[in-house]
């Protein structure tokens, strides 16, 4: 798909060069300016894509996923050099408006183009998430950008064509600009988030939700769930308390059947580190295991897991249920 992107993107950028050769409007040829970026940014991807299938190794042991944010903060700042281009170009025409020779026949290829860069945009968008690619999501809402631009273009130039009003054209071009402009820092933002690790919400939700699904009687609480993506990789960790009777092995045992229940969720992209610690006596209210030997109250509490208890810290849990208790 990156691959396909990028072929695909090269011959529209020709095309839209050809349709400003054609017209002279400095909206096409902001249309133009931002397909170039398209090009790069989906060269770009590739390399990351093909860098980050790349399984970890002594110098990267959590793999190489990262890169993809690298791609699409790279690709958001190439957008907004892109912005910049276009008001350069723009402005002198809403004061000095122009001509738009042949713009009949240019309007109808822009309209063409446009057909093509839709079926590009929501196929890789589509194909990004379903393999949890950011780099394939960036580049495919870049080409869809790319398309609402030369839809806004179809739009104000078939009007300049109606009224003869020729400094519509520097002003769409002008708007266009500012389009872009928060599309790429929308990309920039986010992919500061991934590489400075910000919390996900919906990712941990996705997780609190798997485990509590799957949930075994000597899984007493879970606290301390963490989780961050590197491109299609997700990496989970989080402290398990056991019961404190139980052997090493199997301890071992209960932690690898909820490794296993979370890499399998992900399709074999996730890594998994557990933390068990043994039972104390303050759990034994939310404890929904049977014939136990070391509890010294019985079961009370509401042991439903829930995505706020799965994050918590382990202190903050045990403090917030002394309160309760008094």
Same mark, same amino acid.
């Given at each position: 798909?990156?691959?396909?992107?990028?072929?695909?993107?090269?011959?529209?950028?020709?095309?839209?060069?050809?349709?400003?050769?054609?017209?002279?409007?400095?909206?096409?040829?902001?249309?133009?300016?931002?397909?170039?970026?398209?090009?790069?940014?989906?060269?770009?991807?590739?390399?990351?894509?093909?860098?980050?299938?790349?399984?970890?190794?002594?110098?990267? $042991?959590?793999?190489?996923?990262?890169?993809?944010?690298? %791609?699409?903060?790279?690709?958001?700042?190439?957008?907004?050099?892109?912005?910049?281009?276009?008001?350069?170009?723009?402005? $002198?025409?809403?004061?000095?408006?122009?001509?738009?020779?042949?713009?009949?026949?240019?309007?109808?290829?822009?309209?063409?183009?446009?057909?093509?860069?839709?079926?590009?945009?929501?196929?890789?968008?589509?194909?990004?998430?379903?393999?949890? %690619?950011?780099?394939?999501?960036?580049?495919?809402?870049?080409?869809?950008?790319?398309?609402?631009? %030369?839809?806004?273009?179809?739009?104000?130039?078939?009007?300049?064509?109606?009224t003869g009003w020729y400094r519509l054209d520097g002003i769409?071009?002008?708007?266009?600009?500012? *389009?872009?402009?928060?599309?790429?820092?929308?990309?920039?933002?986010?992919?500061?988030?991934?590489?400075?690790?910000? %919390?996900?919400?919906?990712?941990?939700?996705?997780?609190?939700d798997l485990i509590a699904r799957n949930r075994r009687p000597?899984?007493?609480?879970? *606290?301390?769930?963490?989780?961050?993506?590197?491109?299609?990789?997700?990496?989970?960790?989080? *402290?398990?308390?056991?019961?404190?009777?139980?052997?090493?092995?199997?301890? *071992?045992?209960?932690?690898?059947?909820?490794?296993?229940?979370?890499?399998?969720?992900?399709?074999?992209?996730?890594?998994?580190?557990?933390?068990?610690?043994?039972?104390?006596?303050?759990?034994?209210?939310?404890?929904?295991?049977?014939?136990?030997?070391?509890?010294?109250?019985?079961?009370?509490?509401?042991?439903?897991?829930?995505?706020?208890?799965?994050?918590?810290?382990?202190?903050?849990?045990?403090?917030?249920?002394?309160?309760?208790?008094?």
């Amino acid at each position: 798909m990156a691959l396909l992107s990028l072929i695909v993107g090269a011959a529209l950028m020709v095309a839209k060069f050809f349709i400003y050769r054609l017209t002279h409007s400095s909206a096409i040829l902001s249309d133009a300016l931002e397909s170039i970026i398209n090009v790069v940014a989906s060269g770009f991807a590739l390399i990351s894509i093909l860098i980050a299938a790349k399984p970890p190794d002594k110098t990267h $042991p959590y793999g190489h996923g990262k890169i993809e944010y690298f %791609s699409a903060g790279f690709e958001g700042a190439l957008i907004v050099l892109a912005a910049i281009g276009i008001f350069v170009a723009a402005v $002198p025409r809403v004061f000095h408006p122009g001509g738009l020779p042949h713009l009949g026949s240019g309007l109808i290829f822009l309209a063409a183009v446009s057909v093509v860069n839709l079926m590009l945009a929501v196929g890789l968008i589509r194909v990004g998430r379903q393999t949890d %690619s950011l780099t394939l999501v960036a580049d495919g809402k870049h080409v869809l950008t790319d398309v609402y631009t %030369s839809g806004g273009v179809l739009v104000g130039l078939f009007l300049v064509k109606l009224t003869g009003w020729y400094r519509l054209d520097g002003i769409i071009a002008c708007l266009v600009g500012v *389009h872009i402009l928060c599309s790429g820092w929308s990309l920039v933002r986010q992919s500061y988030t991934g590489l400075m690790d910000a %919390s996900d919400p919906e990712l941990l939700r996705r997780i609190a939700d798997l485990i509590a699904r799957n949930r075994r009687p000597a899984w007493i609480d879970i *606290h301390q769930l963490r989780a961050w993506r590197a491109g299609s990789f997700v990496h989970v960790d989080f *402290h398990l308390i056991l019961p404190q009777d139980y052997s090493l092995e199997a301890g *071992h045992r209960e932690g690898k059947v909820l490794e296993e229940v979370i890499v399998d969720h992900f399709q074999g992209r996730a890594s998994v580190l557990i933390h068990t610690d043994p039972c104390e006596n303050g759990d034994c209210p939310i404890c929904s295991r049977a014939r136990c030997g070391l509890r010294s109250e019985e079961n009370v509490a509401d042991t439903t897991w829930s995505f706020e208890s799965l994050i918590e810290q382990g202190e903050d849990k045990k403090r917030r249920r002394r309160i309760k208790k008094r």
